[in-house]
């Protein structure tokens, strides 16, 4: 909320007013990845200080992370344990205090979960598969620097795979180490993100 307040008033990203210590890692970091900020900016333009606007976008984001869980898990193992796996994903987030929080989480999630839906197809993947995945991907890089897994799994898959899909795959790896690179290292004092 403060990058994204920052963003609205024309202030340094960083301007959040976070006391920072380099003598102790676990605090900080400096600044966040600038994804979520980017997402609510809008909502928290026009809610001013009301929160309500901003609690939409990120309802929208469940929404979208269960409509993808969805996606997923029916076609794999039917109606019944979709509907579960939606049951106790609502209980988790009932847990973690989703509805009254503005947690990364949710959206991080649900690009994880884009990533996941376009590369689990049978067959070769389409240019719109490789294009959703490295759209889906790379808004995941600025959300979270926990998307730094797609890189491995992205390896583990093109090895998995016929040769002659490993430039796609190439080119979407590509585009993720280049959003990571931008994000760690394109933001002032963002060292500690790479920390």
Same mark, same amino acid.
Do not use: K
């Given at each position: ?10 202030? *340094? ?12 890692? =676990?605090?900080?970091?400096? #600044?966040?990845? +600038? ?9 928290? /333009?026009?809610?001013? +200080?009301?929160? #309500?606007?901003?609690? #939409? ?19 794999? $193992? ?13 209980? #988790? =987030? ?12 949710? *959206? ?23 294009? %959703?995945?490295?759209? /889906?991907?790379?808004? $995941? =890089? %600025?959300?979270?620097?926990? /998307? !730094?897994?797609? !890189? ?9 795979? *016929? ?9 979407? $790896? !590509?585009?993720?180490?280049?959003t990571a690179a931008l994000v760690m290292f394109g933001l002032p004092t963002s060292t500690a993100l790479a920390a």
């Open positions: 909320l403060s990058h994204a307040r920052a963003l609205l008033e024309g202030r *340094p990203y960083g301007d959040i007013g976070f006391i920072y210590t380099n003598y102790n890692n =676990f605090i900080g970091p400096v #600044v966040e990845p +600038p994804g979520l900020p980017l997402l609510i900016a809008p909502a928290l /333009a026009v809610s001013g +200080p009301g929160l #309500v606007p901003v609690r #939409v976008v990120m309802f929208a984001s469940t929404l979208l992370f269960l409509w993808l869980a969805w996606r997923l898990v029916e076609p794999l $193992a039917g109606r019944w344990m979709a509907v579960g796996v939606i049951v106790v994903s609502l209980a #988790v =987030f009932s847990q973690l205090h989703v509805a009254d929080g503005i947690l990364s989480d949710l *959206p991080f999630c649900a690009a994880i979960w884009c990533v996941i839906i376009a590369a689990n197809e049978e067959g070769p993947l389409s240019r719109g598969q490789l294009l %959703t995945m490295a759209i /889906a991907g790379a808004i $995941a =890089f %600025t959300i979270r620097m926990a /998307a !730094l897994a797609l !890189l491995p799994a992205i390896a583990i898959m093109a090895v998995m795979r *016929p040769r002659r899909e490993w430039p796609g795959f190439m080119l979407v $790896a !590509l585009v993720w180490v280049v």
